[in-house]
């Protein structure tokens, strides 16, 4: 019976989740499998996912093959290493001892570079949030100044209505004044 190590997919439209999973080659994509072997979310940045690398190791010895997407997660999570080192210790390259320190090194600057990854996003999401805020901000302020300046030429316009209301008003009194001082003159 042939083996194949592959994702089978659930979850909901547009949001998928993949168990990784070994199972016979001619099931279905949904359908009978051997053993569920981890998970997979790849919605979220960096991608999620839950591996047990023994049970991947141990069918990739009993010569189940990976398809694309699986053996890049097999060698994303370490699996393919761990299952190099083994054939090394098969065949006396290596001890036992020093193939887990190579993996838990591995493991280790694997581990480094994810945080770092991870930090790196949220940095450029900080900084997005930051720039959209500022832009937003501008937007406001330019908003502002035009409803500042739309008003400014109603309130001169009033006010000019009301000093040429006023201007004949006080021509009059003016004109009165000097009529009054010229009978006062003249009596």
Known sequence: ???????QRHGKK?????WIIAADSRSKRSGRYLEKIGHYSPTTNPAQIELDVDSAVKWLQNGAQPTDT???ILSYKGA???NHLAGGVRKGALTQEQAE???NEW???????IDHKKASLSE????AKAEKLLAEKAVSDKRAADAAAAAAPAEEETTTDAETEEAPAASAIDEAAAEAKENNKEA
């Open 80 to 82: 393919l290493l761990k």
């Open 70 to 72: 699986v053996r890049a």
């Open 101 to 103: 320190a190579k993996f």
């Open 107 to 113: 493991l280790e600057t694997k581990k480094d570079s």
């Open 1 to 7: 019976m042939p083996v194949k190590l592959r994702l």
């Open 124 to 127: 450029a999401q900080e900084k």
């Open 14 to 18: 547009g949001k998928p989740y993949f």
